[in-house]
């Protein structure tokens, strides 16, 4: 969840990740840091994620270092 307001942004997620029925974690991180603008929220499964986030970052640096 996101709200943009005159000065700035501010984002939320829950930290719990479940797996079926089950709360398999409850202390999820699911916002990321990607670059110094650049914050990602998880939602879905952690395990895609977390690739995806990883990805992300990796691939940006590689373009900063460019």
Not at 13 to 33: L, Y
């Amino acid at each position: 969840m996101g709200f943009h307001y005159q000065d700035g942004l501010i984002i939320a997620a829950d930290t719990r990740a479940t797996a079926g029925t089950t709360v398999a974690d409850k202390n999820c991180i699911k916002i990321e840091r990607v670059a110094d603008n650049i914050y990602v929220c998880g939602a879905g499964t952690a395990a895609d994620c977390s690739h995806v986030k990883f990805l992300m970052r990796s691939q940006l640096e590689l373009m900063r270092l460019n």
